[in-house]
């Protein structure tokens, strides 16, 4: 059993999270003294960006307070989304490179393990649940939850494959039998589909929970955007940094990217800031000159952004600060696929071939 405390338990799995459905049941759960399983779902479908290093904490955390982990690799999932043009053998070499990401981002793998969905699918119980599932979801609740495919209602017409999505990925939870459904906020709906139909089946109801979603460096029309539109996504490769750009890269793309002077409401350097670099340190040191100031310390979140909106600091040195700290957080990770290149390589060929 756990020896943390009930409360250190929960603060550890739900601190730099959005939201918790439901705490009350979290703490229930942890109240009973055994340990609890948790998984969270990825598609193989391309490259990985800093976004993942939000869920490599989360893995940690969840890890530490005593949760048992299992990634999922979805492969027929991407497979009816039409990633690698819905070749399952493409699609598994993705899956390859995937666990080096997580393995380069430093999730524990003897606390952690790796399910493909192909391992479910041979299970006659498995298809059970799909069955079950949608005889209990509605066809406009279906359309409403393809949005976790990265796709808008409508956009299933031409290929009814895709109304079985939604099923599918809540069937995997219950097939894998976790108390924790975790993911971002991009996986609410599934995760509450999951929820809802638990309640009416009489099924063990997960919990969910969900950590932000690491925005676009790019689009500046944010209001007008969906979530889905306006995160970080590997298919624009200008919006995001990858977890093994170079120095160089990296630069390059922060140089331009949108940080409109103290503005910090949907400014993808402060999201950087916040989610990314505060979450490994507790200060944030912004270097300048004398005649700029002279060097700034951070000690949160909150004091960044009220030093930015009272514009306090300009956002080149906010840029040339965050920079540098990316640059160091993932050179832990160029070194990883520095010594073992093959599963990116194959996976950066089948790109420049899509």
């Given at each position: 059993?756990?020896?943390?405390?009930?409360?250190?338990?929960?603060?550890?799995?739900?601190?730099?999270?959005?939201?918790?459905?439901?705490?009350?049941?979290?703490?229930?759960?942890?109240?009973?003294?055994?340990?609890?399983?948790?998984?969270?779902?990825?598609?193989?479908?391309?490259?990985?960006?800093?976004?993942?290093?939000?869920?490599?904490?989360?893995?940690?955390?969840?890890?530490?307070?005593?949760?048992?982990?299992?990634?999922?690799?979805?492969?027929?999932?991407?497979?009816?989304?039409?990633?690698?043009?819905?070749?399952?053998?493409?699609?598994?070499?993705?899956?390859?490179?995937?666990?080096?990401?997580?393995?380069?981002?430093?999730?524990?793998?003897?606390?952690?393990?790796?399910?493909?969905?192909?391992?479910?699918?041979?299970?006659?119980?498995?298809?059970?649940?799909?069955?079950?599932?949608?005889?209990?979801?509605?066809?406009?609740?279906?359309?409403?939850?393809?949005?976790?495919?990265?796709?808008?209602?409508?956009?299933?017409?031409?290929?009814?494959?895709?109304?079985?999505?939604?099923?599918?990925?809540?069937?995997?939870?219950?097939?894998?039998?976790?108390?924790?459904?975790?993911?971002?906020?991009?996986?609410?709906?599934?995760?509450?589909?999951?929820?809802?139909?638990?309640?009416?089946?009489?099924?063990?109801?997960?919990?969910?929970?969900?950590?932000?979603?690491?925005?676009?460096?790019?689009?500046?029309?944010?209001?007008?955007?969906?979530?889905?539109?306006?995160?970080?996504?590997?298919?624009?490769?200008?919006?995001?940094?990858?977890?093994?750009?170079?120095?160089?890269?990296?630069?390059?793309?922060?140089?331009?990217?949108?940080?409109?002077?103290?503005?910090?409401?949907?400014?993808?350097?402060?999201?950087?800031?916040?989610?990314?670099?505060?979450?490994?340190?507790?200060?944030?040191?912004?270097?300048?000159?004398?005649?700029?100031?002279?060097?700034?310390?951070?000690?949160?979140?909150?004091?960044?952004?009220?030093?930015?909106?009272?514009?306090?600091?300009?956002?080149?040195?906010?840029?040339?600060?965050?920079?540098?700290?990316?640059?160091?957080?993932?050179e832990p990770v160029r070194?990883?696929?520095?010594?073992?290149p093959d599963n990116l390589?194959?996976?950066?060929?089948?790109?420049?071939?899509?």
């Amino acid at each position: 059993m756990n020896e943390m405390s009930v409360n250190d338990r929960i603060e550890l799995i739900t601190r730099n999270t959005e939201e918790t459905i439901s705490l009350d049941e979290l703490r229930s759960l942890l109240e009973k003294d055994r340990n609890l399983t948790s998984y969270v779902g990825f598609e193989p479908s391309g490259l990985v960006h800093l976004g993942w290093q939000i869920v490599a904490n989360k893995i940690k955390d969840l890890n530490d307070a005593g949760v048992e982990m299992t990634i999922f690799l979805a492969d027929w999932h991407a497979f009816i989304n039409d990633k690698y043009g819905g070749d399952i053998d493409n699609i598994r070499i993705c899956a390859e490179y995937m666990k080096d990401c997580f393995i380069a981002l430093g999730v524990d793998m003897s606390k952690t393990r790796f399910v493909y969905a192909s391992e479910l699918i041979d299970n006659k119980s498995y298809w059970e649940k799909v069955l079950r599932i949608a005889k209990n979801a509605s066809l406009a609740r279906i359309k409403r939850s393809m949005t976790i495919m990265g796709r808008k209602e409508g956009e299933g017409d031409t290929d009814s494959s895709k109304f079985i999505y939604p099923s599918m990925q809540a069937a995997d939870i219950f097939e894998l039998g976790v108390d924790i459904a975790y993911g971002g906020m991009d996986q609410r709906k599934a995760h509450m589909l999951a929820r809802d139909v638990a309640e009416k089946l009489g099924w063990k109801k997960p919990i969910a929970l969900h950590t932000p979603l690491l925005m676009s460096l790019t689009a500046s029309n944010r209001m007008d955007m969906t979530l889905t539109d306006a995160k970080m996504s590997k298919s624009d490769p200008d919006s995001c940094l990858y977890i093994h750009d170079t120095p160089e890269d990296i630069q390059r793309k922060l140089r331009k990217a949108y940080c409109p002077e103290g503005i910090a409401e949907e400014n993808p350097m402060i999201d950087l800031c916040n989610y990314i670099i505060f979450a490994k340190q507790s200060t944030f040191t912004i270097e300048r000159p004398d005649k700029f100031g002279g060097d700034l310390v951070l000690t949160s979140p909150r004091e960044l952004r009220d030093t930015f909106e009272d514009r306090l600091l300009h956002p080149q040195d906010l840029k040339n600060a965050v920079t540098k700290n990316i640059i160091d957080l993932l050179e832990p990770v160029r070194e990883y696929f520095s010594a073992h290149p093959d599963n990116l390589e194959s996976v950066r060929k089948l790109e420049i071939s899509r």
